[in-house]
């Protein structure tokens, strides 16, 4: 997927949350089902962040930040749809210590 397609915010503790930008959402259409990184995995750039199902598209999404996943949308598991909502503090994907 195009980097266009995610969002990064980055904190003063190297902390970056993940999410999908509009253009990211519009490319896959509804999302019905994720599967989300665990809490604890490292990843690099070139593993999957996030394996995501849609009306549009099925894709894995790589991981734009090298590092440990610190904490994962608990909400997304359960409601993937969230992850279409504008709100970045409903609909982040993962936070990751790089």
Do not use: C, H, R
Request: glycine share 6%.
């Amino acid at each position: 997927m195009d980097t266009n397609y995610y969002w990064i915010d980055e904190d003063s503790n190297g902390v970056v949350t993940i999410g999908l930008t509009d253009a990211g959402q519009n490319e896959l259409g509804n999302i019905t089902f994720v599967s989300l990184p665990k809490v604890g995995d490292k990843l690099t750039t070139s593993d999957t962040l996030l394996d995501v199902e849609a009306d549009k598209a099925v894709s894995d999404i790589d991981s734009p930040v090298a590092g440990t996943v610190v904490e994962i949308n608990q909400q997304a598991q359960s409601n993937p749809s969230i992850l279409n909502e504008s709100d970045k503090s409903k609909s982040w994907i993962a936070k990751i210590q790089k």
